[in-house]
T-cell receptor, first 115, second 114 residues
């Protein structure tokens, strides 16, 4: 596609429920990143995919968080048993190759609110 | 790992004046430094980047400078306009290291006063 697409744009969920956030990167972009942005904060790295593999998962805050990528394209970030502290904007970015070859292109994010 | 600090957190300037945002990084091996602009309700957008083999780069009203010895880099916006109002993020990475991610600063909220 023309840009990085994320869905849903907004999600309100009850504490304890599971949520799935979707990212559709730019066609042909091999690298995909998930970041989290809490209110008024910077961008916190969560996970990085190269193709379908995730060589860097170091930013996932707990085992409630997981992500997968299939077909070298769409990625899903899953948060199980959501907590109020999970409320944030979840941003997905893709790039043609590794950082430094090309910059990231970000999607508009999914605003997650846990009530 | 890399740590990026960004200052100031908020900045207000009169329309037409210049704005400067500064960042420092900790990893001397970092060699790629992009800047992103984030408007309300949107994802960050790359506006300019610089690699460690140059000290300055310009693109119209925007320029970035890099001091590798001091490990700091800055964004300069001249002749500011209302549409420059946004949150700006700096970032750093060791681009030659495969599987390396960007580490971001905490952002600067820039407000242009008409």
């Amino acid at each position: 596609g023309a840009g990085v697409s994320q869905s849903p744009s907004n999600k309100v969920t009850e504490k304890g429920k599971d949520v799935e956030l979707r990212c559709d990167p730019i066609s042909g972009h091999t690298a995909l990143y998930w970041y989290r942005q809490s209110l008024g904060q910077g961008l916190e790295f969560l996970i990085y995919f190269q193709g379908n593999s995730a060589p860097d998962k170091s930013g996932l805050p707990s085992d409630r968080f997981s992500a997968e990528r299939t077909g070298g394209s769409v990625s899903t970030l899953t948060i199980q048993r959501t907590q109020q502290e999970d409320s944030a904007v979840y941003l997905c970015a893709s790039s043609l190759e590794r950082v430094g070859t090309y910059g990231y292109t970000f999607g508009s994010g999914t605003r997650l609110t846990v009530v | 790992g890399e740590n990026v600090e960004q200052h100031p957190s908020t900045l207000s300037v009169q329309e037409g004046d210049s704005a400067v945002i500064k960042c420092t990084y900790s990893d001397s091996a970092s060699n790629y430094f992009p800047w992103y602009k984030q408007e309300l309700g949107k994802g960050p957008q790359l506006i300019i980047d610089i690699r460690s083999n140059v000290g300055e780069k310009k693109d119209q009203r925007i320029a970035v400078t890099l001091n590798k010895t001091a490990k700091h880099f800055s964004l300069h916006i001249t002749e500011t306009q209302p549409e420059d109002s946004a949150v700006y993020f700096c970032a750093a990475s060791r681009s030659r290291v495969f599987r390396e991610k960007l580490t971001f600063g905490t952002g600067t909220r820039l407000t242009i006063i008409p």
